[in-house]
């Protein structure tokens, strides 16, 4: 079928995902039919880089065959067994790997099927261990402002992005937002006295400590742009979930298997979390898989307990065979070939690249991020202190951008999560040459961005 004829058929009959009907109907919107370590390939064979790694997913890169042959022996020998009341190798295989990579004490894998169904998960955890204490009352949830958890009605309760959540109110009740860490990053002093710190001291307190199950928050936020926490800022969530016996959700839906260079974010931000989500990175996005981190100690608890006894949750695909088992290969090359290493190695390339790009550029507002997620945050004139206007944003990100993707032949991400944004995640197995081609490829969009929009 040719190019055309896939448009028209999508058109047609496919469902689209936050797609404004415009772009679907675009006559440049893009099919893509093949990917080949970091590159995909459209249906006119044109070469893109991908690197925004599809959705921050496909971290060891498309087109290994090894993980597709592990898929398919395991299509062969046990299509599906479930979770419920049995289980099966590759999943035991997988959550053992994951347990023996996770933060001390984390060793027990809920698997689900996506990001959303892993926020889904905790936030179920959370509010069944806490009745199964005697606590039926700790049913609320904090989240950090613009902080994005999934799209599924409970996670899009503790998601904090307006304009998504707006469409579909009312959400769960007692879900309070609190500042992120926009502006605070490194060592900005005693993290105890910060306000994005005491912010959640104070949202515990006023909504009444007995009441709150959980709080949920990313090492690297995406939502706002890769905002890396400040020293210490991770600690002080602990010592007051602590205190006040609430339980600390660590998002790590992006920011696990590798994109921050470790296996798990909470390692390299000093996060010491009860449950930690996790999802894309886990299979290269080879096969859907999601799931919850759980430390073992909440575990028993919740199944030693009267009140407890099973945690009453499942899915039919939960853990299911083949996207286990994509998930030990996967994991089992990411180690094997060192990925993490090469995280270590090209991130700093990639950090001093983009900030070089930003000296060059008058619509570079701010360059954020750590390993290899990072976000360049845009402006009209970052010397004269002019901002875009909401019409600029909006011609910058549904015109501009997407019109330099296909000009630069660099496929990333526009956000509109709290300012305007460039979200850049490449593939971990990214040369020297490709850190070099989406730099490129960066410094032709700011070049299209600051011709559309006078300084
Ligand atoms: C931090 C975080 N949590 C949850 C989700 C939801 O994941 P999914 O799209 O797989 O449902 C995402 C998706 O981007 C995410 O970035």
């Given at each position: 079928?040719?190019?055309?004829?896939?448009?028209?058929?999508?058109?047609?009959?496919?469902?689209?995902?936050?797609?404004?009907?415009?772009?679907?109907?675009?006559?440049?919107?893009?099919?893509?039919?093949?990917?080949?370590?970091?590159?995909?390939?459209?249906?006119?064979?044109?070469r893109f880089l991908d690197g925004l790694s599809g959705l921050f997913c496909v971290n060891i890169g498309h087109g290994r065959s090894d993980i597709v042959a592990a898929a398919g022996k395991q299509m062969e020998q046990l299509p599906y067994a479930s979770n419920w009341g049995s289980a099966h190798p590759p999943a035991i295989e997988a959550a053992t790997l994951i347990a023996e990579l996770a933060p001390e004490g984390l060793g027990t894998t809920f698997f689900v099927n996506?990001?959303?169904?892993?926020?889904?998960?905790?936030?179920?955890?959370?509010?069944?261990?806490?009745?199964?204490?005697?606590?039926?009352?700790?049913?609320?949830?904090?989240?950090?402002?613009?902080?994005?958890?999934?799209?599924?009605?409970?996670?899009?309760?503790?998601?904090?992005?307006?304009?998504?959540?707006?469409?579909?109110?009312?959400?769960?009740?007692?879900v309070r937002q609190v500042p992120n860490t926009i502006g605070y990053t490194g060592d900005c002093g005693p993290a105890d006295q910060l306000d994005c710190v005491r912010a959640i001291e104070q949202a515990i307190i006023e909504e009444g400590p007995d009441t709150v199950a959980a709080v949920f928050a990313e090492p690297v936020q995406n939502g706002r742009g890769a905002l890396v926490p400040p020293d210490g800022y991770w600690s002080q969530l602990r010592e007051i979930c602590d205190r006040y016996g609430v339980l600390l959700v660590a998002d790590e839906v992006i920011c696990s298997f590798g994109r921050l260079g470790r296996w798990f974010g909470s390692e390299l931000v000093g996060a010491d979390p009860d449950l930690i989500t996790f999802a894309k990175g886990s299979t290269s996005g080879y096969s859907p898989l999601g799931g919850v981190l759980v430390r073992d100690s909440l575990v028993a608890?919740?199944?030693?307990?009267?009140?407890?006894?099973?945690?009453?949750?499942?899915?039919?695909?939960?853990?299911h065979p083949v996207s286990t088992a994509v998930a030990v290969a996967n994991i089992t090359a990411m180690r094997d070939e060192k990925a993490l290493d090469n995280v270590a190695r090209m991130g700093p390339v990639l950090h001093d690249g983009l900030r070089r790009l930003a000296g060059a550029h008058r619509c570079v507002k701010d360059v954020r991020g750590t390993g290899l997620f990072y976000a360049v945050e845009l402006t009209a004139n970052a010397e004269t202190g002019s901002e875009l206007t909401e019409d600029e944003a909006r011609h910058v990100l549904q015109d501009v951008l997407p019109a330099a993707f296909r000009r630069t032949g660099v496929l990333l991400r526009g956000d509109d999560r709290g300012a305007t944004m460039i979200m850049i995640s490449p593939p971990l197995i990214s040369d020297g040459d490709v850190i070099s081609e989406l730099l490129n490829g960066v410094d032709g969009m700011l070049t299209d961005i600051e011709a559309a929009i006078p300084g």
């Open positions: 079928m040719d190019t055309a004829a896939l448009r028209a058929n999508a058109r047609r009959h496919l469902g689209p995902h936050f797609t404004r009907k415009e772009a679907w109907w675009s006559d440049d919107l893009p099919v893509f039919v093949r990917g080949e370590g970091c590159h995909l390939y459209d249906s006119d064979n044109r996506s990001g959303s169904e892993a926020v889904e998960t905790a936030l179920k955890f959370a509010r069944q261990y806490h009745r199964s204490q005697g606590q039926p009352g700790r049913t609320k949830f904090i989240s950090r402002e613009f902080a994005y958890h999934g799209t599924t009605l409970g996670a899009l309760s503790v998601t904090a992005v307006p304009k998504i959540r707006e469409p579909f109110q009312p959400l769960l009740p007692g608890t919740l199944f030693d307990s009267p009140l407890g006894g099973s945690f009453t949750h499942g899915a039919t695909w939960g853990g």
